[in-house]
């Protein structure tokens, strides 16, 4: 059971990036999915994540710019970043929490990290 994320990259302030992740492998169940970033000197945070229902939860300062949307069919999960700042730099992290077939319980599973950068 892995997480594959793609997107990121080198964006200008007021830009737009497309962040995707896909889980694999043998998935009995997938609750929570979302992202997670951490800056440099800085505690990794949660930007957004969203349950099987579909119920999204936004960091305040990415509310209204960032949307968060989930395939369970695919079990993939896309986040769109509009109006993008200097302060959304970081490295992104897809995250989630999964129960692989065969086990009786759920835990994180994290994806590799993938660079976004907001310059001028």
């Known amino acids: 059971v892995q997480l594959q994320a793609s997107g990121g990259g080198l964006v200008q302030p007021g830009g737009s990036l497309r962040l995707s992740c896909a889980a694999s492998?043998?998935?009995?169940?997938?609750?929570?999915m979302g992202w997670h970033r951490q800056a440099p000197g800085k505690q990794r945070e949660l930007v957004a994540n969203t349950n099987r229902g579909g119920t999204p939860y936004y960091l305040n300062s990415v509310k209204g710019r960032f949307t968060i949307s989930r395939d369970n069919t695919k079990n993939t999960i896309s986040l769109q970043m509009n109006s993008l700042k200097p302060e959304d730099t970081a490295v992104y992290y897809c995250?989630?929490?999964?129960?692989?077939?065969?086990?009786?319980?759920?835990?994180?599973?994290w994806g590799e990290g993938t660079q976004v950068t907001v310059s001028s």
């Open positions: 492998g043998s998935i009995a169940s997938i609750d929570y």
């Open positions: 995250n989630a929490f999964m129960k692989p077939s065969g086990s009786r319980v759920s835990r994180d599973y």
